[in-house]
């Protein structure tokens, strides 16, 4: 059974930092990618960096040179450096995992979720 752990959220003054871990337990064959989403009260959850096969970084628009994604492969962990952080990267954050190769797609397993909320 593989299981994702976050922590690392918190309350931040806006232009504050903060960063994210996950960390992963059990055993994934192959893994596509892994990476951060967020989901706002009201709004739909959006993709916000992400890791995918070969070590591509891909951010949304709007945390580009602000957030910075990262991987350590020993520890099984990944990490979402935020800084200068805004009101609006007030969200849930959602780490996950997307099990699969260069020609099939496995499971997606996902974490609990972590508050972020950064005040004006």
């Known amino acids: 059974q593989v299981q994702l752990v976050e922590s690392g959220g918190g309350l931040v003054q806006d232009g504050g930092s903060l960063r994210l871990s996950c960390a992963a337990s059990?055993?994934?064959?192959?893994?596509?990618?892994t990476g951060w989403y967020r989901q706002a009260p009201g709004k739909q959850r959006e993709l916000v960096a992400q890791?995918?096969?070969?070590?591509?970084?891909n951010y949304d628009d709007s945390v580009k040179g602000r957030f910075t994604i990262s991987r350590d492969n020993a520890k099984n962990t990944v990490y979402l450096q935020m800084n200068s952080l805004k009101p609006e990267d007030t969200a849930v954050y959602y780490c996950?995992?997307?099990?699969?190769?260069?020609?099939?797609?496995?499971?997606?397993?996902w974490g609990q979720g972590t508050q972020v909320t950064v005040s004006s």
């Open positions: 890791i995918i096969r070969g070590g591509t970084t």
């Open positions: 996950y995992v997307q099990s699969g190769g260069s020609n099939w797609v496995g499971n997606t397993y």
């Open positions: 059990g055993s994934i064959f192959s893994i596509s990618g």
